[in-house]
């Protein structure tokens, strides 16, 4: 053999060679997840797995399910173990129980089995790869579909792996001269030698049309059929039920409406999708190979981790221990001492009472003592006996033990103890805080305000990020969210980091004005950073927020107007004056009403405030004026009902000379939880005036420049009315009251207290060592 030659052989075995590799590493996928096998006859069950059909068919008889009518596995000698290729080993026969069974599914011959007797059952089948039960439907398997496909794989891979090859004989040659198949015909599913493929397909005949293959030990339907329509061919697929259909199928009510698409549209979609998928796997072979460097050493880590965390586990153990050994002996020295004590005076105790009865020198001495005559003398030595008498009785009389024997005051009460000890356990991050969205805002800053659960660990402190959305409000109305938690509308904005917050509340400043932020929050302790909260969007205001106080230098009505500390709360009481203007009311008497406004005043640029009104006042006017025409009203006041004024249009006495010159004032009016909504403005009004509920606080933006008011629900930013106002002169924040009612105005975010205790610390001393990357 010359050199090119064997060059050119050594290419097709080392190609052999890697081809047989790659099949054999398939084999796993080739198995069926029921017997572990090479999948025979495999059907595609609803969940999409495949297992054999003969296998399916014992489980669900196990399960009580009767016996299934299956199509007949072919009967050929090539099934027999008799014809089995010396070089595959035999597999055990079937058990005869399940040999039983099988010929009963194969048969129908399930004794007292009769149709109609009994509403269809729906059968559930248990996948071994789902973990589920999956509905086969009414039909059970007869439902399922052939998957041809693997059957072909599974060929192949015998061919070309030669392993467990059967020998493939002819079926219809004599026993003792048998010879191995060289044909097998499609039509007559069979295998033929070549003299008797000649013998029984005869040129001339309608048999020498049959369709010829190559020897074969299962024979498959030329093409799929629906399970239902005998004979009609698949030839359509339904998405929507993502199942293939036949045209009688298609046909059904059942995928009125469904996008049906030709099963050759079908193929060819799914066949680019695997054929990209698999490219783009086969591509990236490197990055699968460096993922996998990465769960190797995990792996390692998690060891080394692991082996760390044992050895600290037993050495706090060790020193719970060592504590207990230390605090036992202490508490055992103590009750030592008092036992020695309580027993010394027990002891002194029982010596006196033994001496009343066991020694008798001293009643014998008071005997003899009492035999003396001499008075003198008797009174002089007697003394001590009469008291050593005298306590010997009492004793006798008032008897008590000198020091209590039970020692109940010494009992340990470690039920405590016992409960921590218990409930000892590694730490645990924080778990993903609470954001508080009833005191969460956005003003001149973003004010957030979170909690952790109940049953949440600590947090030493906490990690609050933000980040800014582009397209401001219809980014916080129509949140689309990619992966990570983003929005589809994302600009590259990364995200911004507050790092180690103490207190459960944090401000965020340095924003920009009419933007949407998306802002989360997460605690860390000594186990590290916790679950992020769920993400909350805020729109910050439309332009600067304007800061003003009440103005009460322009003659307030203390008896019907009260300010507030700080002049940011104003309330209107009716008192006597309007009590009487109501009385009047009845003969034509109009009711007045009572005038504040800012003490600053704007001459240019944009700007926003808002206020909250009492859902329960009465009437209350929020907007706009010009100052000197607001002076003047205040010093003639008008009559609100009158038809010569009217401030939420402009009208006054004057206004008949200049209609086409802008009001000089701009207000909306509230009351009773409602908000009147005018017919005029520029911001698509609706054709009549109408109301709208009351929101919890009222946001004001007034444009200078181009002399324009808008008015919105400042917890939304959605725009309630847009108005016009004269802005040639300075113009300032004004609100009317008629009746009671009261208003408060946004306090600024940086006049907030955020101080709050921090938690408490508490370092744990250990000598782990951080492995991680």
Sequence with gaps: MTEPDLQTFTSIMDALVRISSNMKSMEKELKCPLCDEMVKQPIILPCLHSVCVLCAAEVLVQRGYPPPELPPEPNTPTSSPNTRSPRQARRPLPKPDRLDRVLRTVCGTYPGRRRKDTPPLIMLFPCPLCKKDVELGERGLADCLRNLTLERIVERYRHTVNLGTLAVMCQYCKPPQALEATKGCADCRSNFCNECFKLYHPWGTPRAQHEHILPTHSFRPKVLVCVEHEQEKLQFYCRSCQRLLCPLCKLRRAHSGHKILPVAQAY????????????????????????????????????????????????????????????????????????????????????????????????????????????????????????????????????????????????????????????????????????????????????????LPQDSAPAWHYSVEYQRRVGGAGALWGRGRTEGGGASNSAPWTWQRLDEVGGTSTVIDRLEMDSVYVLRVRGCNKAGFGEYSEEVYLHTPPAPVLSFCLDSRWGLHADRLALGKGQTYARSVPGLTLLQAADRSLTSCHLTSDLLVGDLSVTQGRHYWACSIEPGSYLVKVGVGLEARLQEWFHLPQDMASPRYDPDSGHDSGAEDAQDSPPPFCFLTMGMGKILLPQSGSAKPPATPHTAPLPPRLGVCLDFDKGQVTFYDAHSLRVLWEGTIDCSAPVCPAFCFIGGGALQLQELIANRSTEQAPPRRVTIQTRATNLSN
């Excluded at 995990?298 to 981790?305: S, Y």
């Design 268 to 451: 060819q979609a799914l066949k680019e999708k695997i054929t990209k998928e698999m490219n783009y796997i086969l591509a990236n072979q490197e990055l699968v190979q460096t993922q996998i460097t990465q769960l190797e050493s995990a792996i390692t880590q998690t060891e080394l981790n692991s082996s760390v965390a044992k050895e600290q586990l037993s050495q706090f153990v060790n020193e719970l221990r060592s504590v207990l050994t230390e605090r036992q002996g202490a508490l055992a020295m103590a009750l030592e001492g008092s036992r020695t004590k309580r027993a010394e005076a027990l002891t002194n105790q029982l010596s006196e009472k033994q001496s009343l009865l066991d020694n008798a020198g001293l009643m014998t001495y008071t005997q003899e003592l009492l035999k003396e005559t001499d008075q003198p003398c008797f009174v002089h030595a007697a003394r001590v006996t009469h008291n050593r008498l005298a306590r010997a009785i009492e004793h006798l009389q008032h008897f008590s033990l000198a020091a209590d024997p039970s020692f109940r005051h010494f009992q340990l009460d470690v039920s405590r103890e016992l409960k921590l000890l218990a409930s000892m356990d590694f730490i645990q991050a924080p778990l993903a805080p609470v954001i508080d969205t009833q005191k969460t805002l956005a003003y001149d800053q973003l004010y957030l305000c979170w909690r």
